[in-house]
C-alpha cells in the first residue's frame, strides 16, 4: 500500500442525486433527545435542524492514529453502542451466546494487525470506510445503500429488502444484519428486521450541525485522542492539518475506494 498524506479530492459524481432520500433523512433525525429509562438521557440536541440540503461542499472523514488506540480499550464502541441504541439489541431466548455475538449488530469493532515480517500488532477501530466509490451502493438492486453528496454512506430502511448483497459487497466486513424484531430503539436511529445497518458517521449529529461523533468524543474523554472527525474538503480543517502532519493509509488502498476513514501507524 502507498503512503498518502491527505485524501484524494472526490470526483464529481455524475448520477443524478437522490433528493427524495436526503430528504427523508433529513426529517427522520429530527429528535431532539432519546431517553431510554426514567432520568436516563442518551444525548441531547441543542442546534437546530438543518434547514438547507445536503451538499457536496464538504466531505465528512475520520482520521484515526492507530499509536494512540490504547490495547483493550472499548471506549469508542462502547459509545457507538449507546449513541445508535446497538446496546439496546436484547440475545433471543434460547438462543446460544456465541451464535448471538455473531448476530447481533455491530457498527465499530476493534480489531488487531499483526505484521508477519516484524511480529508488530496494532490496534484500530474498524467500521464503514465510507468509500467516494462504494461497492455496496453498486450492488445494491433497490437503492437503498446510497451515499450522500457529503460523502456518508447510509441505509434507507424502506427500500432494504434484506438482499445482504451490500454486505457481501464490502471488503471491510463493516455492515450487519438485523435478524430479530426490534423491541426498544431510539427515534433518531430507526432499525427493523429485515435491514442491513453500519456506521453512519453519526448523521443525526450531522443533520443538527453538531461538529463531532460518539465514538470521537468517547476517545477524547478517555484520554486518547486517538480519533479527528472532520470535513476532508476542507484545508484548514483539523483533520486536513493531521493528515498534512503525518502519513496516513487506506484500508485495501488496492482496491481504490478512496476511503473517508484513514489511519496513521499502520
Known amino acids: 500500500m502507498k503512503e498518502h498524506h491527505e485524501p484524494t479530492e472526490p470526483a464529481d459524481d455524475s448520477r443524478p442525486a437522490d433528493s427524495g432520500r436526503r430528504a427523508f ?21 441543542t442546534a437546530a435542524h438543518r434547514s438547507e440540503a445536503v451538499t457536496g ?15 483493550g480499550c472499548s471506549a469508542c464502541v462502547d459509545a457507538c453502542d449507546r449513541e445508535n441504541g446497538l446496546d439496546l439489541q436484547s440475545k433471543p431466548v434460547g ?9 447481533k449488530a455491530v ?12 511480529g508488530r500488532v496494532t490496534n484500530l477501530p474498524l467500521m464503514c470506510q465510507h468509500c467516494e466509490h462504494p461497492p455496496c ?14 460523502g456518508i454512506v447510509m441505509v434507507d430502511r424502506h427500500t432494504c429488502i434484506g438482499c445482504r448483497y ?3 459487497a464490502c ?15 431510539l427515534t433518531r436511529v430507526p432499525r427493523g428486521k429485515g435491514c442491513v445497518e453500519s456506521c ?28 479527528v472527525f472532520g470535513d476532508l474538503k476542507d484545508p484548514e480543517s483539523t483533520i486536513r492539518l493531521r493528515l498534512a502532519e503525518m502519513a496516513s493509509r487506506q484500508i485495501r488502498e488496492d482496491l481504490s475506494l478512496n476511503t473517508g476513514v484513514r489511519y496513521s501507524g499502520i
Open 107 to 118: 457498527w465499530i469493532r476493534k480489531v488487531k494487525l499483526r505484521d508477519n515480517q516484524t
Open 95 to 103: 438462543a446460544e451466546q456465541a451464535h448471538w455475538d455473531d448476530q
Open 200 to 227: 453512519n458517521l453519526c448523521v443525526h449529529r450531522r443533520d443538527f450541525g453538531e461538529d463531532s461523533t460518539a465514538c470521537v468524543d468517547a476517545c477524547r474523554e478517555a484520554g486518547h485522542e486517538a480519533i
Open 171 to 185: 471488503p471491510y466486513k463493516a455492515r450487519s444484519f438485523i435478524h430479530e424484531v426490534m423491541e426498544d430503539q
Open 25 to 45: 433523512m433529513g426529517v427522520a433525525v429530527g429528535v431532539t433527545a432519546a431517553v431510554v429509562a426514567p432520568g436516563v438521557v442518551l444525548h441531547s440536541v
Open 166 to 168: 451490500c454486505m457481501m
Open 137 to 150: 451502493v453498486d450492488v445494491c438492486p433497490t437503492g437503498a445503500s446510497f451515499k450522500r453528496a457529503d
Open 57 to 71: 461542499d464538504v466531505r465528512w472523514g475520520l482520521l484515526i492514529d492507530t499509536a494512540k488506540c490504547a490495547d
